[in-house]
């Protein structure tokens, strides 16, 4: 398992910064902002004031911009509903609605990817306030014009507002705008054909620590935590999944298209991925293996083979093979190039059949000199080896007695196929814990 | 087949066992769900069936049971597809006027209905000599203890243990010597007087079996299970399980009092006067099983309501809470956990307490509160966005409709008698 990194007082500041330049500190904007639910309902008007029809729902469209522009109206006329394009609001107030053009287009409303609805798909729904690193329900939404265009700029996601609407009258209409987050704080997660994709949340969740983006995960409705995962940068969704119970994960893989599945597994730790993958029905986890490079799947399903109760079901295939023809620098080579796996804390080192040698520290690397041949390392200590069918049990016995930080798994020819780390140990002895209560596999409780 | 043998070889599991295993994992919500439906205001209701029209209305819990496999099911459906409780989605697809009247209706019976989960306690002990001041007190701290102390795996067994304790309803049926063909009769052939208090019955009948708190339970349970789709399966054998005990049990209680109480014209008001009036019509044991089955079903339903409340005032306000959250994670959770608790033990307890109409105004909500709840998740069964390959097929549609139509037309009818008498 992945140590994330710390956030840090920079990023604290960062987040400080933003809030500072948010547009809803502009004294112009807080004083005309609109209230989306006070909005719904009321009523549609032409120039001359003459009632078209009530608002029944707006219309955003996202991705150009951090804050969603209007892009029309659903209209309620008469018995039906219609959409009119934004370009036709000449004034939108907390009361009413009125439209520009005389003759006022009404057509049938479609779908179009990369639109939401605001009240059928944002408001009431849940959305993950960034700072405050949890999931809420949007309480109100806050409509204001900015940059000639009207725009989502905030949501409110206090209970007091939502309280505030159940109140009949105006009451329910006026915004209350010292419960209001910039919308570019939250990640929206509705969206009719998609995924909201907006920037500048990106920006905010891919500096949240795995293990918070974890518990986010945990806390979204099936849906929209298939958005939030879409929204995320697949290096740091693999790291947020590593960190979610394992339950959890597989609901989620579930939810997942097999090709994203495929994507996230291929991302996180080897051992992770074979625990979840064990997991799945063998359907699932063919279908996810087929959208895999074939390299890492077969690598995949020889450690999914292995019980978790056996050290090869708990290993990592993250281990660093060198000859012991290799040079020093080869090795250290290696080493560099691999330094994103954070397990890279030495080589392992094999003969010409592939055999395992020994495994050679990094500082017995850095001291040596470049050109000189791994060979002339190897002695003592030599590792402890133990064969990938040994019982947990037995590897905790291995480890109490040599009291290194790992162990190297190796097949029935004595060739290296893994590496178990004390932490891998850690995890598996947990899970065997938690695994003895009766709800076992369902996550109850 | 060559799969099943890979697996036997490395696990020393049978497959059977791991799907028993896989069976007990899921199996709760359902049972635990159904089986708190027969609290002391059901068995009550039951009681009060048999006792007064016999065998002739068992067709009402036929048709009771019925609706209450249907809507659980498809509330446990709900739960896994949507990962939400039910208030929650009524928020979301109907609007904060919708969750907030429904979620306050539902709070306020499932005080009404906690305080009368907790006279079953007092009643039935008294039936064992113990006063209400310790009795009423120390079940409430016991229901707490367990639920927010007791990790959940081990109050999921400590409720099944619980159930069992309705096993002394059945006993205590054979013991009355039912007349079994009367019973068949009144199961299979759908005749009532229409008066107001046949009416009043079996709405309340209705009512209580199908419990606006276990609908929204069994949701909620469902989500914080983290059950998923893989489990609906099994999830289904659950619920069906616990819906079909519900019934069995209420089938027994009335069988019971139409044996005894019936035949001999005894007239009684709730559950443990029906047990009083047993013992010499049955025997001292009867007697014994049915308080002692009161106080487990009242124990069961009285670790249910607060739970069941605290997770929609949860998802009324937007916060998910989970039974393995800690109270400073999600302190309204807590909270409305322990304000439901200790104010219907406190009503139990003050002396004076109008407790008949807290019970009666309870039931109404409870009925009452049914119908908007059963629309809601009907509209909700059959939301593509929230449902997808889920959705509800045409011909559940139908089965929907029919018996929200008939809950209506029960609802009307014994509104319709309140007004005019």
């Known amino acids: 398992m992945k140590t994330p990194p710390v956030t840090g007082i920079n990023t604290v500041a960062k987040r400080i910064t933003r809030r500072a330049d948010s547009v809803l500190e502009r004294k112009n904007i807080r004083d005309s902002l609109v209230s989306v639910a006070g909005l719904i309902g009321r009523p549609i008007r032409d120039e001359t004031g003459r009632d078209i029809g009530k608002l029944v729902d707006i219309v955003v469209r996202h991705g150009e911009t951090t804050y969603p522009p209007v892009s029309g109206l659903i209209v309620k006329v008469g018995n039906s509903t219609s959409f009119i394009d934004g370009a036709s609001i000449s004034k939108l107030t907390h009361d009413e609605i009125r439209l520009s053009s005389i003759k006022v287009n009404l057509e049938q409303y479609k779908r179009r990817p990369g639109e939401s609805l605001l009240d059928a798909d944002v408001l009431d729904h849940q959305i993950v306030d960034v700072n405050g690193l949890r999931v809420v329900r949007s309480s109100d939404l806050y409509l204001a014009p900015l940059d000639r265009e009207i725009r989502v700029v905030g949501v409110d996601i206090s209970f007091r507002s939502f309280v505030r609407r159940i109140f009949p009258g105006s009451i329910s209409r006026r915004p209350t705008p010292e419960h209001v987050v910039d919308w570019a704080a939250v990640a929206s997660l509705a969206d009719g054909t998609g995924v909201v994709r907006s920037s500048e949340s990106r920006a905010a969740l891919s500096q949240l620590r795995p293990a918070d983006l974890a518990d986010l995960i945990e806390d979204l409705a099936g849906r929209e935590q298939g958005a939030l995962i879409e929204l995320l940068d697949p290096d740091l969704a693999a790291d947020a999944l590593e960190e979610m119970q394992d339950d959890e994960l597989q609901g989620l893989l579930r939810g997942l298209s097999s090709e994203r599945a495929a994507e996230l597994i291929t991302r996180m730790e080897p051992d992770e991925s074979a625990e979840v993958l064990r997991d799945l029905d063998v359907d699932h986890r063919e279908s996810i293996f087929a959208e895999m490079d074939s390299k890492i799947a077969s690598q995949l399903r020889k450690l999914v083979s292995f019980d978790e109760t056996l050290a090869g079901g708990i290993m990592t295939t993250h281990i660093l093979i060198t000859r012991e023809t290799d040079t020093v620098g080869d090795a250290l080579k290696l080493l560099v190039e691999n330094r994103e796996r954070d397990i890279s804390d030495g080589v392992v080192v094999v003969d010409a059949k592939g055999k395992l040698l020994d495994h050679i520290q990094i500082i017995e690397l850095v001291a040596a000199k470049s050109s000189a041949e791994l060979a002339t390392l190897i002695g003592p200590p030599f590792p402890t080896a133990i064969n990938g069918n040994t019982r947990l049990k037995e590897v905790v016995e291995e480890f109490a007695n040599n009291r290194g930080s790992s162990i190297i798994v190796v097949d029935e020819k004595n060739k290296p196929i893994g590496r178990i780390l004390a932490d891998d140990l850690v995890d598996a002895l947990t899970t065997d814990e938690e695994n003895h209560g009766f709800a076992q596999g369902s996550g109850a409780f | 087949m060559s799969e099943v043998k890979a697996t036997t070889k490395k696990a020393p599991i049978s497959p059977k066992k791991i799907r028993i295993a896989a069976l007990l994992a899921v199996m709760g919500p359902g049972v635990i769900a159904g089986l708190s439906d027969d609290d002391p205001a059901g068995i009550t209701t039951y009681s009060v069936l048999g006792a007064k029209y016999g065998y002739q209305m068992l067709w009402v819990l036929v048709a009771s049971t019925i609706a209450l496999i249907?809507?659980?099911?498809?509330?446990?459906?709900?739960?896994?597809?949507?990962?939400?409780?039910?208030?929650?989605?009524?928020?979301?697809?109907?609007?904060?006027?919708?969750?907030?009247?429904?979620?306050?209706?539902?709070?306020?019976?499932?005080?009404?209905?906690?305080?009368?989960?907790?006279?079953?306690?007092?009643?039935?002990?008294?039936?064992?000599?113990?006063?209400?001041?310790?009795?009423?007190?120390?079940?409430?701290?016991?229901?707490?203890?367990?639920?927010?102390?007791?990790?959940?795996?081990?109050?999921?067994?400590?409720?099944?243990?619980?159930?069992?304790?309705?096993?002394?309803?059945?006993?205590?049926?054979?013991?009355?010597?039912?007349?079994?063909?009367?019973?068949?009769?009144?199961?299979?052939?759908?005749?009532?007087?229409?008066?107001?208090?046949?009416?009043?019955?079996?709405?309340?009948?209705?009512?209580?079996?199908?419990?606006?708190?276990?609908?929204?339970?069994?949701?909620?349970?469902?989500?914080?299970?983290?059950?998923?789709?893989?489990?609906?399966?099994?999830?289904?054998?659950?619920?069906?399980?616990?819906?079909?005990?519900?019934?069995?049990?209420?089938?027994?209680?009335?069988?019971?009092?139409?044996?005894?109480?019936?035949?001999?014209?005894?007239?009684?008001?709730?559950?443990?006067?029906?047990?009083?009036?047993?013992?010499?019509?049955?025997?001292?044991?009867?007697?014994?099983?049915?308080?002692?089955?009161?106080?487990?079903?009242?124990?069961?339903?009285?670790?249910?309501?607060?739970?069941?409340?605290?997770?929609?005032?949860?998802?009324?306000?937007?916060?998910?809470?989970?039974?393995?959250?800690?109270?400073?994670?999600?302190?309204?959770?807590?909270?409305?956990f322990g304000a439901i608790t200790a104010l219907s033990a406190a009503l139990i307890l003050i002396p004076g307490a109008p407790l008949i109409t807290i019970l009666v105004a309870s039931q109404i909500i409870n009925a009452v509160l049914l119908l908007p709840l059963l629309i809601y998740m009907y509209g909700i069964a059959q939301d593509n966005r929230l449902m997808g390959e889920f959705v509800a097929t045409k011909n559940m549609k139908i089965v929907y409709a029919t018996i929200i139509s008939i809950v209506a037309f029960a609802i009307g009818c014994m509104l319709w008698f309140t007004v005019i008498k």
């Open chain 2, 70 to 336: 249907v809507f659980q099911d498809l509330g446990a459906r709900i739960g896994v597809v949507t990962r939400q409780g039910m208030i929650g989605l009524v928020r979301q697809k109907y609007g904060a006027r919708a969750g907030t009247l429904s979620a306050s209706a539902l709070i306020i019976a499932n005080i009404g209905t906690m305080t009368a989960e907790f006279a079953g306690i007092a009643a039935a002990g008294q039936l064992f000599g113990w006063s209400r001041y310790l009795s009423v007190p120390l079940a409430a701290l016991l229901v707490s203890f367990l639920v927010l102390r007791g990790s959940f795996a081990r109050v999921e067994k400590v409720f099944f243990i619980v159930s069992g304790v309705f096993l002394a309803y059945i006993i205590a049926g054979f013991l009355a010597h039912p007349d079994w063909g009367q019973a068949l009769k009144g199961v299979v052939t759908p005749t009532m007087p229409f008066t107001h208090d046949a009416i009043y019955i079996a709405t309340a009948t209705l009512g209580t079996t199908l419990a606006p708190w276990g609908l929204a339970f069994i949701q909620s349970y469902a989500v914080d299970k983290r059950l998923t789709r893989d489990d609906l399966k099994l999830l289904r054998v659950d619920v069906w399980t616990g819906s079909l005990l519900t019934g069995i049990i209420g089938f027994f209680v009335i069988v019971t009092c139409a044996a005894t109480l019936n035949k001999q014209g005894i007239t009684i008001n709730d559950a443990s006067d029906a047990a009083a009036a047993l013992k010499p019509l049955a025997g001292t044991l009867a007697k014994d099983l049915f308080a002692f089955g009161l106080i487990g079903a009242a124990l069961l339903a009285a670790s249910i309501l607060p739970l069941s409340t605290a997770y929609s005032v949860s998802d009324l306000t937007g916060r998910p809470a989970a039974l393995d959250d800690s109270p400073s994670e999600a302190p309204l959770f807590y909270a409305t």
